[in-house]
């Protein structure tokens, strides 16, 4: 979250740049549209005319996290062919954000499950043998529950591998 934040400010910050530098020159960029819908317009010969540093600040933050997060509603929208440039990069970069994100959640969920996964395969291996050599019901139930003790205390792990990879580097 801290990431994608810091990633919004900055564009934020480019995103103004960028309104900041073509408003002299091009009246239609987003800079204008807010000083439009504020009704603080931009007076030439007063340099402090204009919305606010906060009004543009929170304007370009809102636009940047729309953008980031495709929502997009566009009230605050692209003019000028470079505001539509970077905005089409912002778009770029939050698709990959967003596959960044979604995919390292699939890893963390698919390693939770993995372990359960190979339980299973283990236990259905044991009740395979249990069938194909017709072990007797006794038996049968003490091997299943010995199988069920050794995974819940190992988790799985080969534990003469271990010790062996222990005595080797020793």
């Not at 778009?91 to 698919?110: D, E, H, K, R």
């Not at 996964?117 to 003490?142: A, C, M, S, W």
Request: proline share 3%.
């Amino acid at each position: 979250m801290c990431t994608f934040v810091l990633i919004a400010h900055w564009l934020a910050c480019i995103w103004y740049a960028i309104g900041h530098v073509e408003r002299p020159y091009m009246k239609t960029g987003w800079l204008d549209n807010l000083a439009d819908q504020l009704g603080k317009y931009y007076n030439d010969s007063d340099a402090n005319s204009g919305p606010s540093i906060k009004d543009m600040y929170v304007t370009a933050l809102y636009f940047t996290f729309s953008s980031l997060t495709s929502v997009g509603f566009g009230n605050v929208s692209p003019n000028t062919n470079s505001e539509k440039i970077f905005s089409i990069c912002v778009m770029l970069i939050g698709s990959l954000m967003y596959a960044s994100i979604f995919g390292n959640v699939s890893a963390i969920i698919q390693r939770l499950y993995s372990g359960t996964t190979r339980y299973h395969t283990q236990l259905l291996r044991v009740k395979e043998f249990i069938r194909f050599h017709q072990i007797p019901p006794g038996l049968r139930q003490r091997l299943e529950e010995y199988f069920q003790h050794a995974w819940s205390y190992t988790n799985g792990i080969d534990m003469n591998a271990v010790r062996d990879v222990h005595l080797n580097t020793t």
